[in-house]
């Protein structure tokens, strides 16, 4: 038979008691100390943030030692160990010291404050409210929300928008790095439409581009499109190559890039209708086939079955259900860039003032005339970087050495790839995780977007944000604009940005709504792969105990968006994603799927898991067992 256990059943060791209460009474009176110490600068936070710039500050000074001892003596005895203390430091401490001081028979008297002690319902209401004023009210079944990086085509592909919202998309991000104010203005457009039809809200992000340093453009090959189907490895089509016909009047910066796109005269796309063949001969003189599989309001997505090569001025042919043949020619098509092909050992040349890179040149028997070299026009770099130093591309697909600096050229000696070699693109990502760089979080560009941001988004993301200053700075111009009251999203993708996370934290909460996105690509690449789990984590409980919103970034669930096709590490990785609130999602050609498997994955784990406390819902394991699976004597 069960019975209600009193203080009186605790065993009698005085000592171990004592010494607890000893050691957590000197933790308790270093929280109120650093209250103290801030009292005048946290006059200046906005009474919505005020509590939890407190408990941020008690958090960081319990997390300033080493409690791991502490933590087991606790957990002997049955009470809290601290674990979970994050939204509400003090509250759990006070309790479980006030726990100790019964078992001792000695009453606990807290010193006294001027300001109430968060309790743990006060404390996940400020993060709900918190979230809510950033990311929008939580969806009906779900608490984590979906951020989705819009493609480029959702500028007028209003259905691939509308089916985003429908699925489960809860905020739409923009990325200022790619395409420009019209477009833009036609994704939000398509938002607002797509909001109405589906009768649900959905919130806007737009990231600022921020000193993203990148590689230059490389020399222009052929302008030719590739169709090629996926198939398995029998050889049979598991995913047709898909593409979009569009009018040539469509303007060229709508167009998709996830697919390939042809743009043809729009009386002859007139006639399209579902099922139609469309008959043309390749680059290679191959009779080729496309099958018309939907037709929108600007186009229609056709599928091919079999590898083609189209060039400009290919002639398309299809016959109506009179059987009259209509005829048009593929207009101009996009050159295919000239990647630089890199393995271990090679030299690459990063150069300030360059048109165009190029591949080594090779002479017949393969000795390498003249390295590989891209342009790099970033002059303020060279200034900051010494020979020495790791440099990386690519969200650190390849990595490299610097071996010698010029005035206007870096000399890298490449020494990661993958096996076989890795090719380096034009516009893809650069770090340099061990440089001082002294580059401004915000440019030109970025005040010149900022305009627009801040007349059609709810948030804006700055990047590269490694200081105070920087905020300071975002928030001046938010000023200058008459928009104080939008919300910022801090985004942590750099060593510096990581390690200021405390101060740029209590910044930022200066503001009434805020917010941080752990870009896990380049602070993968920064922080070194090896410790990610471990800053993505440390960056989850510092957001938690400041109550501010997290978005859980990067290549989640990347191979199902891009290849149609998760691995179980990235099943297990969106898993994790439940201790954010909210998952963003990158563009891809399965985007849909990716958003289907996420919700899902999103409302089976929010049962077994919130934030970092692990939740006791029922197991059908245990259901099971005590059912049907008893115990035979």
Known sequence: MCR?????????????????????????????????????????????????????????????????????????????????????????????????????????????????????????????????????????????????????????????????VKSGMNCMRINCAHDDVVVWAHMIENLRKAEQATNHC????????????????????????????????????????????????????????TYGTLQVDRDWLAQLKLGNLIRFKDAREASRTLKVVEVGEEGCWAEAKKTAYIIPGTILKVRSEHGIEFK????????????????PGDLLILAQELKYGRPAEVDGDGLVLSPAIIGFPFPEVFEDVRTGEPIWFDDGKIG???????????????????????????????????????????????????????????????????????VQLLQEHLTKFGKQQIGIVLKIETRRGFKNLPSLLLEVMKVPCCGVMIARGDLAVECGFERMAEVQSEMLWICEAAHVPVIWATQVLEGLAKQGSPSRAEITDAAMGEGAECVMLNKGPHIMEAVQMLDDILKRMQGHQNKKRSMMRELRLASTFRDRDRLLP
């Open 328 to 343: 048009a020619s593929v207009g101009v098509l996009p050159t295919r860039e000239i990647a630089l092909h890199l393995q």
């Open 202 to 257: 959905c919130r806007i992000i737009m990231d600022m581009d921020g000193p993203k340093l990148r590689t230059g453009a490389l020399q222009p090959g052929p302008a030719v499109l590739k169709l090629r189907p996926k198939r398995d490895q029998f050889g049979k089509i598991v995913l047709p190559a898909r593409i979009w016909l569009t009018s040539q009047e469509v303007l060229v910066q709508t167009l998709p890039t």
């Open 400 to 470: 490299g050495i610097i071996e010698t600096l010029e005035v206007d050229k870096l000399y890298v000696r490449i020494t990661h790839t993958r096996e076989g070699g890795k090719n380096l693109g034009s516009s893809k990502g650069i770090n340099l995780p061990e440089s001082n760089l002294r580059l401004s979080a915000m440019t030109p560009k970025d005040v010149e977007d900022l305009q627009f941001i801040v007349s059609h988004a709810d948030m804006v993301a700055m990047s590269f944000v490694n200081s105070v200053r920087e």
């Open 4 to 164: 209600t256990h009193n203080f009186n059943d605790f065993p009698r060791q005085p000592a171990d008691y004592e010494d607890l209460i000893s050691q957590l009474s000197l933790i308790h009176d270093d929280l109120l100390s650093m209250i103290t110490e801030h009292k005048e600068c946290l006059e200046l936070y906005h009474p919505t943030q005020l509590p939890s710039a407190r408990n941020l500050l008690y958090y960081l000074a319990l997390r300033s030692r080493d409690i791991r001892p502490l933590q087991m003596q606790l957990a002997q005895m049955g009470l809290s160990s601290l674990g979970n203390a994050e939204s509400n430091v003090l509250a759990t401490l006070d309790a479980v010291l006030r726990l100790l001081h019964q078992v001792v028979q000695r009453p606990w008297k807290p010193s006294p404050l001027d300001v109430p002690v968060l309790d743990f319902k006060v404390a996940q209401q400020l993060l709900e409210e918190h979230t809510a004023a950033l990311l929008g009210q939580k969806p009906p079944d779900r608490r984590v929300r979906i951020m989705v990086t819009m493609p480029s085509e959702a500028a007028h592909n209003y259905r691939l928008v509308h089916d985003l």
